[in-house]
């Protein structure tokens, strides 16, 4: 189907920007002399992480048990669960790992290394497990220079578990926008996970496996010496957030939402559209950047800009489209056409992914096919 076929709102992928962003990433990692893992929390898309691992992406990052299973029954076995494992979820990793799946998870406290050393005694299973280690304060993770570290290997050693590596992730690297910040905190993460797992090896523990990575310090980073394996997921796709952390321009950003303009408030200023927060999420995650886009970036068909507007509001099935106080007046009726397709950019990808079930990947003729994306955990 064409773009102009296709019932709004729904999920566009232009399939030129995402080839030219994933051979971008990858080329970047093997330059470095690591091995990428992507995250395919973003995607959740077959197509998509097929074109990652053709690129030369080895084994694949999760964020839940379902894309662990359904990319498992898909052919991929190398499988990194990068969300530290609750009790209750280790009946469908030792089911994974009974298919054959090369299924790895992760701890970050004692509490949580005992039990998953306990549930793999009781079911004769060995399970690989890494540690998570903190080098940045953003989420989880243990310090890389506690003596927490050490307590939680040697627990999963008593128990019969492989530490099979550590990882970290420098989140807060979404919240700067200099070069020079970026390249700092590339090297922290660096420094801080080859710290915790020289410190495992002095102690007798094998890690064979140091993994770091976010979409900004994966490009960022001057040397990754001592690592293993970088992990980044949004790279593929790109968003707003990435535009002002300043890994990407607007013309990268490979996801958007087509939309209809439904209506016109005048004398407010505002286009009415039929894509609201369903079609775009609530993400706000531009508010604390340096430019606020609201709810996503306006462009024509494609892919242009308009410049000076943003979505500054969105309800349920509503999108409103409104001019920034610096714009000139202009009439809006003229350049939003009652019917017209228009193109919304979002803050945050995989936000506003997990909203569609289908996303239409676009050819630069406007020519889609459907790929699917699941949802769920």
Known sequence: MHLHQLDTP??????????????????????????????????????????QLAAGAHGITVSTLKEAEVFFAAGIRDILYAVCISARKLPRVLALRRQGC?????????????????????????FEVWIEVDTDGHRAGIDPAEGELLTVAAQLQENGATVGGVLTHAGSSYELHSPEKLAALAEQERAGAVLAATRLRHAGIPCEQV???????????????????????????????????GVCQLDDIALSVLTTVIGHQREKGWVMVDAGWMALSRDRGTASQQRDYGYGQPCRLDGTPFDGFIV??????????????????????????????????????????????????CDAQGNTAPWSRFQGW
């Open 10 to 51: 729904c999920a566009i992928v232009d399939r030129a920007r995402l080839q030219e962003n994933i051979q971008r990433m990858q080329q970047r990692m093997n330059q470095l002399g690591v091995k990428f893992r992507p995250h395919v929390k973003t995607s959740k898309c077959l197509e998509v992480v097929n074109l």
């Open 102 to 126: 090369d299924l790895k998870i992760i701890v970050d406290n004692a509490e949580s290394a005992r039990q998953v050393g306990e549930f793999g005694r009781a079911h004769d299973e060995h």
């Open 312 to 361: 500054i509001g969105a309800n349920q099935e509503h999108g409103i489209i409104a001019a920034q106080p610096s714009q000139p007046a202009a009439d809006i009726t003229t350049l939003f056409p009652l019917g017209a397709q228009l193109r919304i950019l979002p803050n945050h990808a995989c936000a506003t992914g997990a909203q569609h079930a289908v996303m239409h990947a």
């Open 211 to 245: 993994s770091v990575g976010s979409t900004p310090t994966a490009f960022a980073a001057q040397q990754l010496a001592g690592v293993t394996e970088v992990r980044a997921g949004v790279y593929a796709f790109f968003d707003l957030v990435m535009h002002n952390v």
